[in-house]
């Protein structure tokens, strides 16, 4: 072995060439591949960093936040029950001895307005979860410093507490030991940081927005939350559980008996159901599912994306490793005159083929250890683009692990073998007389149909991924180009969380009113006005929709519609079109008749060929039918974007427009939650034309000159907003096309290759063709001809797995047909070019001469 890696390094060191393009073009497939996968490792495989992993079971299989409302739920076509209440939580933790711990938290996040007690200035934002007492013991995770929450802490009667993340305290704090012990401000209540989170421990689960930076026992949450409570409502459901399971436990018992104390908890309540709850009472399902990997809400944001870049990884490394194959056809081809004289001197074929492999795995190893290199860029720029724009801690690291070096090893030296296989049998097995006689005036063609039907592989893969590219690229240009129904030149998104600062419902009013006159004021400033949400800001609020004087939706019927509180001046603000009717407007106040204003698709769905001016409904129940006159029509707004959209090209979805001054009444604990909390407007939508210099500083002074306590969470115009909505479908649309790219340009160095050796091997059989007669072009078409044969088999095969992949895809399309003939001519046509150029730069003639 040590004979053999002196001679292969010596040889290696002989043809720089030949060993630097080996090596490269092994890099950049084992690197593409091993960073995607590094990707796949820290998203979708890797487990949460707590004791034994493989015990912890989470109850619910859907990713939900962060508040559902009702006594039972529905996803994805089933009714699937995956987010509880605080009080069916309690019932599963009480009801369930197969659980050693039953730990429940937030399914979402909570703002918090953090300023350590005594210190003057801004409260800083943080992102805050509650949690069950037993949630750090549940994970078997421990303090860094101090002590982490005990079941005595989530108590009634117990002093606020909170638990800081390693992360945070040594980012924000720097490490700095006094905060232990210290008391805080979230959002102006009185907290004592009792401990520091154990390093590495980020939580339950992995979100796109960030990880905790400090969890609050449950028991705290009326207190900060105030009027908007969730915790003692029972049919509002905001909780994710997740427990260790006992030794020797059943699985699917436990989910059995789990569905069953559903079952029955649900039937307590019977009384309390509306009747959607009660119609889909017997279809409720509940599932256990494995909890290591915790509540991935990323993986299930970027599960399909990674997968798709995990396969145009994979084409690449397949186009890599095809080349490879081709310069060890050639050099062991090229060398058969040397391989004759040492079998004639008594080597044996095994050691050729021995010292052939062992080359061969060399360039593999080397390649992969480039690779890593490649591996390490990669995935640190993808990082930068897939999380860039805020500073919340997500736990993904550049730094391959020891399971993503082992892969890309393992993968390095298994190409080495795979693929050197081949030509060092091919090379091994010339036949020592003829190669003596002359090895380099063959026309070598039954040598060369191996190297071509790489070459056709190439081509086929190539048109593959470039298709693909060019679908998804149409695919975000027509999501980025649709028409929103509003504009976004010369607007600005402001967030702030008044509940941060412990305003009250009542207090509302007056501060908006304050906010948007200070706003109004900055220079270059035409317009400001608040919302629950703005569009396209992620957020998305529904309820049930009850028409006076029609009776009862019938089962099944879909009466669902999304909603917003507003101040006036919205749409003006936001430049869109009043079709019928009056906006919202100062004169909608507490006191005078309750209005709403809704959009277009909500009058074609619940009023078809009649005019809705003046008709009346309301929210959930039949008693409120008559709660809001409809005052208005808006032109259609995009407010949210999910799957169901993109699929089916249905955009615009029912929505309706209240003033924020006016409050509905109503007596169920749920419902006045509800109303409650939709008061908190936090978006604030600014129209300022010509990009106003210092615009964001001027707005968070304007707004800390309101209240220093009230903090402006964000600010971003809208363009950018719109296209962080996007972040992953650029994300995954600009790494196809690189490795697209990547791939035509291997199959382009892989043809040309293999053309200028066919035109070697050939140079005899080329130098009598044109002693006869032949001129130069007549030449150059033979051997274009054969080139343009490979890639034209190549695109043959490439368009049916093309249209396949489209098909794979369609879920991620939107307006593009998987099998757009557009596109795919662009792709072939593209696909064609770039190896057709490099084999016309052959030159025969050269290639004669040095015969």
């Not at 939580?203 to 969890?215: E, F, K, Y």
């Amino acid at each position: 072995m040590w004979a053999n890696l002196r001679y292969t390094l010596r040889q290696l060191r002989k043809a720089p060439g030949f060993t630097v393009t080996a090596v490269l073009t092994l890099a950049l497939g084992i690197g593409a591949t091993t960073a995607i996968f590094t990707l796949v490792q820290q998203v979708m495989l890797k487990s949460l960093p707590v004791a034994r992993p493989s015990e912890l079971y989470r109850i619910g299989d859907q990713i939900h936040c962060c508040v559902i409302g009702g006594y039972t739920q529905s996803g994805r076509g089933d009714n699937e029950y995956s987010l509880f209440s605080y009080e069916l939580y309690r019932h599963f933790r009480d009801h369930t001895p197969e659980f050693a711990d039953l730990a429940g938290f937030e399914g979402g996040d909570t703002g918090l307005g953090v300023r350590r007690s005594g210190v003057a200035g801004r409260a800083e934002l943080r992102i805050g979860q509650f949690v069950s007492g037993n949630f750090f013991s549940t994970f078997g995770v421990g303090a860094w410093a101090g002590r982490v929450f005990t079941p005595a802490d989530d108590r009634e009667d117990a002093a606020p507490v909170a638990v800081m993340a390693y992360h945070t305290w040594q980012q924000k704090y720097g490490s700095d030991p006094s905060v232990v012990g210290a008391s805080f401000e979230l959002n102006g209540k009185s907290f004592t940081i009792v401990g520091i989170g154990a390093p590495g421990f980020f939580g339950a689960g992995v979100r796109t927005w960030g990880t905790p930076d400090l969890w609050i026992p449950f028991s705290d949450e009326p207190m900060m939350q105030g009027t908007s409570s969730l915790l003692n409502n029972a049919d509002q459901n905001w909780i994710d559980v997740i427990g260790r399971v006992r030794p020797g436990t059943d699985p699917k018992a436990l989910e059995a008996k789990l569905r069953l104390e559903l079952r029955q908890w649900q039937l307590g309540h019977i009384e309390d159901m509306q009747a959607n709850d009660r119609e889909r009472l017997p279809k409720q399902q509940l599932f256990l599912t494995p909890g290591g990997a915790g509540v991935a809400q990323m993986r299930a944001r970027y599960e399909d994306g990674l997968r798709l870049l995990l396969l145009a990884a994979g084409c690449v490394l397949l186009i890599a490793c095809a080349n490879l194959t081709n310069l060890l056809l050639a050099r062991g081809l090229a060398r058969r005159q040397q391989l004759s004289v040492r079998m004639a001197l008594g080597a044996s074929r095994a050691l050729l083929v021995r010292k052939a492999l062992f080359e061969s795995v060399v360039l593999g190893v080397l390649g992969g250890v480039a690779g890593l290199l490649v591996a390490y860029g990669g995935t640190s720029l993808i990082l930068h683009f897939a999380f860039s724009g805020g500073d919340h801690y997500v736990p993904i690291q550049a730094s391959p692990s020891w399971t993503v070096l082992l892969f890309a090893m393992g993968l390095s030296a298994l190409t080495g073998v795979v693929f050197g296989i081949a030509p060092a049998w091919i090379s091994s097995h010339a036949e020592p007389v003829e190669a003596l006689r002359g090895a380099n005036r063959s026309s070598g063609q039954k040598i060369a149909w191996p190297q071509k039907a790489l070459v056709i592989s190439q081509a086929a893969l190539s048109l593959v991924l470039l298709s693909a590219a060019a679908m998804l690229t149409q695919s975000l240009r027509n999501l980025e180009h649709q028409s929103f129904g509003f504009k976004t030149e010369g607007r600005y998104v402001a967030t702030v969380e008044p509940l941060l600062a412990g305003y009250q419902p009542n207090d509302l009013p007056m501060l908006y009113r304050q906010i948007e006159d200070r706003l109004q004021a900055i220079p270059g400033v035409r317009g400001a006005s608040s919302s629950l949400y703005a569009p396209m800001s992620g957020d998305n609020w529904d309820t049930f929709i009850r028409i006076e004087g029609r009776p009862e939706p019938a089962p099944g019927e879909d009466v669902t519609a999304g909603y917003v509180r507003i101040e006036p001046g919205f749409f003006q603000t936001l430049g869109t079109r009043m079709l019928q009717g009056r906006s919202i407007t100062e004169d909608d106040t507490a006191s005078s008749r309750h209005v709403a204003v809704v959009n277009d698709a909500f009058a074609k769905h619940f009023f078809p060929g009649q005019n809705p001016i003046g008709q009346h409904f309301g929210k959930n129940l039949a008693g409120h039918a008559g709660d809001m006159e409809i005052i208005g029509v808006v032109a259609d707004i995009q407010y949210l974007l999910n799957a169901e959209h993109l699929q089916s090209g249905r955009m615009a979805e029912p929505m309706f427009f209240m003033p924020e001054t006016q409050f509905e009444q109503y007596l169920g604990g749920d419902d006045i939650n509800s109303e409650t909390r939709s008061h908190y407007l936090r978006q604030i939508v600014l129209w300022a034309p010509g990009n106003p210099p210092g615009l964001e500083e001027k707005v968070r002074n304007a707004v800390a000159e309101v209240n220093p306590d009230l903090t402006v969470e964000s600010f971003s115009k809208y363009d950018e907003l719109l296209s962080a909505d996007y972040a992953q479908e650029q994300l995954i649309a600009r790494l196809t096309m690189l490795f697209g790219a990547l791939a035509l340009v291997l199959a382009a160095v892989g043809l040309y290759g293999v053309t200028a050796y066919s035109v070697e091997q050939r140079s005899g059989e080329i130098g009598i063709r044109m002693a006869l007669g032949a001129d130069r072009q007549s030449v150059v078409a033979m051997v274009l001809r054969g080139a343009f044969l490979q890639v034209g088999l190549g695109l043959v095969l490439g368009i049916p797995a093309a249209i396949g992949v489209g098909r794979a895809i369609a879920g991620q399309l939107f307006g593009v047909a998987p099998y757009d003939p557009l596109l795919l001519a662009l792709a072939a046509l593209f696909a064609a070019t770039v190896p057709a150029r490099r084999a016309a730069s052959v030159d025969p003639m050269a290639a004669l001469r040095n015969d």
